[in-house]
């Protein structure tokens, strides 16, 4: 079972152009799309369309048009329920897939109703027996930036059986590596730019090296953050595909060939795809497959469009060990 929180979640609003954008200009869009978003509930999503049992976790008005959409979707969820309505993310799409994103900041969150969502987190992560529990996106208004550390910790005593991936950036991705010192997470997620944040380099020449066939200042820096107990970092790389780095071995894996239409989800697409196939008891490798095989099945849909496993390449999807490991693809 796979259990995702999502403190911050949101109505991504998709804008497809059928022109590139030109700043100033007026444009007549060719499509508008409004679904419940947010990285966990897109998780929650991937994993409910692929018949794993799955349970997202947010704050939202019983009244919010947000959870009108999450029931639309089918999406299995929990409302905690608060006052202010959820946040709207729009993005616009242009032919080649280009894609910019206008993030709102998300309404203030009160004291009390985070000491709620905690209760209601480890609440859940108890009844449901999760074997994996994702923690996703933006923190809202009103929290501390370290509060992915100390909900790691929590969860972490609560239920100790279960797995926590993590997958955030900014401020929040660089208070969590400053908690690494006493409660990590299992597995993170980050982009070449959110783990130079997290280790103190320069993500965009991260991405910049791997995309020139180049992965060994990603693994460093990924391993950097193995040496402190994170078990596997997941690095999603877009176009060059993704690495994994274990304190048993590096991976990478190459994306089948696509035509990029949206990335929004495609992060997203590829932790469900990395935590359904944990849950099988999969190896490292294979788990590194999956997700980039969902990850490009979601470059490939439009707007916050979430893969189904029929459109998800994992034959075209090619993974291979950087240095000598127990596994060779």
């Known amino acids: 079972m796979i259990l995702t929180f999502t403190p911050n979640p949101s109505v991504d609003t ?14 007549r869009l060719t499509d508008i799309t409004r679904v419940a978003g947010g990285k966990g509930v897109n998780v929650a999503h991937a994993a409910h369309l692929a018949g794993h049992p799955t349970l997202a976790l947010f704050p939202a008005s019983s009244r919010d048009p947000f959870v ?12 905690i329920e608060m006052d202010e309505r959820v946040r709207t993310n729009t993005t616009v799409t242009q032919p ?21 969502l905690t209760r209601e987190l480890v609440a859940a992560a108890q009844r449901e027996g999760a074997q994996w529990i994702s923690l996703s996106g933006s923190l809202p208004p009103g929290v501390p930036v370290g509060w992915y550390g100390d909900l790691v910790a929590t969860l972490r005593t609560a239920v100790p059986h279960a797995r926590i991936a993590v997958d955030t950036s900014d401020a929040a991705m660089i208070a969590l590596g400053e908690s690494f010192q006493h409660s990590t997470p299992h597995l993170i997620k980050p982009n070449g730019l959110e783990l130079g944040q997290l280790v103190g380099t320069d993500g965009e020449q991260l991405e910049a090296q791997a995309e020139q066939g180049n992965f060994g200042p990603t693994v460093e820096a990924a391993r950097t953050i193995v040496t402190q107990g994170v078990e596997s970092v997941l690095v999603t790389l877009g176009g060059a595909g ?18 990029v239409v949206s990335t929004v989800g495609a992060g997203d697409s590829s932790l469900a795809g990395y935590m359904l196939a944990d849950a099988e008891g999969t190896t490292p490798a294979e788990c590194l497959r999956r997700a980039v095989a969902y990850g490009s099945a979601a470059a490939s849909l439009p707007g916050t469009t979430l893969p189904r496993p029929d459109q998800v390449n994992i034959a075209d999807t090619h993974v291979t060990a950087i240095e000598p490991t127990a596994e060779s693809l």
């Open 96 to 116: 080649d897939g280009t894609t910019t994103k206008l993030n709102g900041p998300g309404p203030q969150i009160s004291e009390e109703l985070r000491e709620e």
């Open 242 to 259: 993704a690495i994994l780095v274990t304190g048993e071995g590096a991976w990478k894996a190459t994306p089948p060939p696509i035509s």
């Open 68 to 79: 009108e959409l999450a029931t639309q979707a089918a999406i299995p969820f929990q409302a």
């Open 14 to 27: 998709t804008l497809t152009l059928s022109e590139p954008l030109a700043p100033g200009s007026v444009h």
